[in-house]
């Protein structure tokens, strides 16, 4: 392919575009609302499929109006008239048959230069400079470009009933929303620049039942912009002072909604049909930020989803709250439904060395696909009532949704451990999300719920930068509209519907922790009720709350942001008399924020109440970056401090644990203590609380609490550990005890468990580098890694592979039946410089002859050293305590405490 065919291809788009434009001047309703422009004809059914464009704040009311039934051509009369709607793309197709497939607009593939070939060739193009090979051939790398789809076009299967007036349809809409490009230059070709194809996809794929000659919606969703991921790459001088480059928001602001209208001749002498209740069936779906004192007033008074629509109401109509997001799709039983709007595109994922011997610089080995977007999938099963008949009203659906999670960056990653951030030969990689390791996104979340049509239920709520994030569904079809009475009817037949569960974790002064010493016997619902009113008046900080609403399949909510780092499994160090050439396999990618996952649960049928469930919750945000030097002894201008890479550090804390809960009551279920071997300088110790509460629906006017003893779910109590420092020599924990309350010893680490069998976590999460070579033990297992002595043994060669590693540190328990088990670090990690003489150059020698011959290199790698303890035992008695020394001035005392509720 030519320029000239570039030039070609470019003029018949742009001619594409001028008469699209004039079709967007006809009335956007039109094939939707009124007369069809050309009558159809006898035998006829033809497909009508409309793409309309309008604000975010419009396609939120527009929903909410959306209670059922199918008045679609008035609401968009009434939108049009005031000038809200805009007309995107439009296609008609005709056919003579009750059964078969409407299609239209062809497809249309982009082809792009991939940056693995496009890095190929501009290495053996280096090399043919230097007179070592012949220049490679350009028609090659042509034959090799990627290709995306960048066309609108659709296909809807189809099957009429002529009788019901009803049409069973398979659709799938692909809708381009142009093509954006962003130059590289990391590898430059000669006479020809380089882009990193960016694609804008709103994609559609859905089942339905509709009716004919009505307008109906196939599904809507966000519309991605993402025009400012092309902004100029940075100059070699401007890379000086840029380190991270905030690449793009995803446009938030305008809504893509897809209508249909299959029309027919015969239809219009037919009767009007009775709706089934399966015709029309959508899901609708809406994401708010909402001011945390706002959404915690009407949380704390929350009884089941009966006020969901009205707080919905209130929030999308008042100043409380932003609309984020909404969508719909419509929705075929037992078939999965999608509606998707996104930016992807195909960017490095894993190095390699350059293999030509002029230029030193990573070229990429593997790509990933990156991608922001908006998604909503959905199943529906119509679920039998309690007496086992077909209910019409009553449906069992799984549910996915998420959102762009933050703006994406660009990060400029070195080519050698020795060059810094303003390397000229670096590599350009993203921070966004990336398949398969985030493919539903870090903000997302899945559930299953039991609905009613025309129920408003928030699916999922969690605290993410300073707002809540709530998501709220509703499931309509195009049947009547219920009554308030048939919905609270509905809602009191079954007391083991889908529930929300709702998590906060709170942090207060480590003073807080002296109720616990002194109690005897611990009331959790008490003590969960007193931290949330210390919320309210101040003297206590929500830091993350995470609520999800579950039915029976395992419930995922994330409220995070992508994390990119040079990572992957390890480093390959390629020494050279000028440095040494590194390279990643893969690109490190975390989710930093907040995670909950709902695994387990039993209802107790005995009338108490009383739910088990089974909840991990994960929390990690970004503390800082450890810089972890690598550099030549041969290179005296090189040191610690101004070589290597950064790997990140985390603040991390985990709880993942069963508990008894009674519907409606908040309780407290977990606490942690912030470790002394996570903390830096001038940091200041907290309390971390977990309080959890279970819904309770509009069957029980206050909730039931049933005491402990008297319910079949069967708890050990309050097991409390602590890490104690002082100046005794006494096993005695009673002593210890005693020597607490005077304030004459310290606590150092500290977890509580108020449920059942479970894992509680808090610290750091250290990610770090290892050279030393394992391969005379056979392994490199994180044993080896994590317990290696300070001083490197003699022989240790530097490992073809560096590891790189992450563990957390700080404190882990857990507890399983009657046994637990603790793993703690005694101090912060201790950083060491291992030296590495006699290792031979490689680059670009490896493979080669010259390799046995070549120089001899001292290499230093940095790492740290952990002082580790572990312990373990078996639980005391109701009541009693147990004590381990764990060094000359600390113990371990760990005791059982009841509970009363």
């Not at 001011?291 to 989803?305: D, H, I, L, Y």
């Not at 499994?569 to 040494?580: F, Q, R, T």
């Not at 992450?806 to 060491?832: N, Q």
């Amino acid at each position: 392919m030519n320029r000239f065919a570039f030039l070609i291809a470019g003029w018949v788009l742009a001619a594409g575009m001028v008469v699209g434009q004039q079709q967007l001047e006809r009335d956007p309703l039109t094939g939707l609302v009124g007369e069809e422009e050309e009558p159809v004809g006898k035998g006829e059914w033809r497909l009508n499929t409309t793409l309309l464009r309008m604000s975010r704040a419009d396609a939120g009311r527009l929903l909410l109006e959306d209670v059922g039934g199918a008045s679609w051509e008035e609401k968009l009369v009434k939108l049009k008239d005031g000038g809200k709607l805009e007309r995107v793309s439009s296609w008609t197709d005709e056919v003579r048959s009750l059964k078969g497939e409407w299609g239209g607009m062809g497809r249309v593939e982009h082809r792009y230069l991939s940056l693995i070939h496009v890095a190929r060739y501009w290495d053996n193009f280096i090399e043919s400079e230097v007179g070592k090979s012949k220049r490679p051939d350009m028609a090659e790398l042509l034959n090799m470009m990627g290709e995306g789809d960048r066309a609108t076009w659709g296909e809807v299967g189809f099957e009429i009933d002529e009788v019901t007036q009803l049409v069973d349809l398979n659709i799938h809409l692909h809708i381009n929303r142009g093509l954006l490009e962003r130059e590289c230059k990391s590898w430059p070709l000669p006479n020809m620049s380089v882009f990193k194809a960016i694609f804008r996809p709103w994609e559609l794929k859905a089942w339905g039942k509709v009716a004919l000659n009505r307008v109906f919606l196939m599904g809507a969703q966000m519309d991605v912009d993402g025009r400012d991921l092309i902004a100029p790459q940075p100059t070699n001088e401007q890379l000086k002072e840029l380190a991270e480059r905030k690449v793009f928001e995803v446009e938030n602001e305008m809504v893509l909604f897809a209508f249909g209208k299959v029309v027919g001749a015969e239809a219009d002498q037919a009767p009007v049909p009775e709706v089934r209740s399966d015709s029309g069936l959508r899901m609708q779906c809406w994401t708010l930020a909402v001011e945390p004192q706002s959404f915690s007033k009407w949380m704390a008074n929350r009884k089941g989803t009966g006020g969901d629509e009205g707080a919905l109401k209130r929030w999308l109509e008042g100043k409380q709250a932003e609309l984020l997001a909404c969508s719909a799709v419509t929705l075929g039983l037992n078939e999965e439904c999608r509606v998707d709007s996104k930016v992807t595109w195909e960017d490095v994922g894993g190095f390699e060395p350059s293999g030509n011997s002029r230029e030193f610089r990573v070229v990429p080995c593997e790509t990933m696909q990156f991608s922001m977007k908006h998604h909503l999938r959905a199943v529906v099963r119509q679920t039998p009532d309690i007496k086992g008949e077909a209910r019409s009203r009553r449906w069992k659906v799984y549910v996915e949704a998420g959102r762009p999670a933050a703006p994406a960056v660009w990060k400029w990653w070195k080519s050698s451990m020795e060059r810094g951030d303003d390397d000229p030969w670096g590599v350009e990689v993203p921070e966004a999300d990336a398949d398969p390791y985030q493919e539903n996104g870090s903000e997302a979340f899945k559930t299953d719920l039991d609905l009613d049509l025309g129920e408003v239920v928030m699916a999922s709520a969690g605290l993410k930068d300073g707002r809540v994030h709530a998501t709220f569904v509703r499931l309509v079809n195009d049947g009547p509209i219920k009554t308030e009475d048939e919905k609270v009817r509905l809602a009191l037949e079954d007391p083991r519907r889908s529930r929300g569960l709702t998590t906060w974790i709170i942090e207060t002064p480590l003073d807080w922790g002296d109720k616990l010493l002194r109690v005897r016997s611990l009331d959790a619902v008490a003590f969960g009720n007193e931290l949330l009113a210390a919320v309210d008046d101040g003297s206590a900080e929500v830091v993350g709350l995470l609520s999800n609403e579950r039915l029976d399949e395992e419930g995922n909510l994330m409220l995070a942001k992508p994390l990119v780092f040079f990572g992957g499994y390890g480093v390959l160090a390629h020494p050279h008399a000028k440095g040494i050439l590194f390279r990643s396999r893969s690109v490190g990618l975390e989710s930093v924020g907040d995670q909950a996952t709902r695994f387990r649960r039993v209802y107790d049928p005995t009338g108490g109440g009383e739910w088990l469930e089974t909840v991990m919750v994960r929390s990690t945000r970004l503390r800082g970056w450890n810089q972890w030097g690598v550099w030549l002894s041969q290179l005296k201008n090189f040191h610690a401090g101004n070589s290597g890479f950064k790997q990140p550090e985390l603040a991390s804390h985990e709880m993942a644990l069963s508990a008894a809960l009674c519907p409606g009551v908040a309780k407290l279920i977990a606490v942690t203590q912030t470790s002394k071997a996570a903390m830096k300088e001038g940091m200041v110790g907290k309390l971390r609380w977990y309080v959890s509460k279970l819904d309770v629906h509009k069957k029980w006017e206050t909730a039931v609490v049933t005491p402990v003893g008297k319910h079949p779910i069967k708890e050990r109590g309050m097991v409390q550990a602590m890490v104690l420092k002082g100046d005794s020599e006494s096993l005695d924990a009673a002593r210890w005890l005693e020597m607490l309350g005077a304030g004459v010893c310290e606590v150092i680490d500290s977890a509580t468990f108020a449920g059942g069998d479970g894992t509680l976590k808090t610290g750091m999460d250290y990610y770090f580098l290892n050279g030393r070579d394992y391969q005379q033990t056979g392994s490199q297992d994180e044993e080896l890694v994590f317990s290696a002595p300070e001083k490197m043994p003699e022989q240790t060669k530097l490992a073809t592979v560096m590891g790189l590693w992450h563990r957390l540190v700080g404190l882990e328990i857990t507890i399983s039946g009657e046994d637990w088990s603790i793993f703690r670090d005694e101090e912060a990690p201790k950083v060491v410089t291992d030296v590495f003489p006699n290792v031979k150059v490689d680059w670009p020698f490896a493979g080669d002859e010259r390799y046995e011959k070549s120089p001899k290199l001292t290499v230093n790698v940095q790492r740290p050293i952990f002082n580790i303890q572990r312990v373990n035992g078996k639980l005391p008695a109701m009541g009693d305590a147990v004590i381990q020394r764990l060094s000359t001035d600390t113990v371990l005392l760990l005791r059982r405490i009841p509970l009363t509720r």
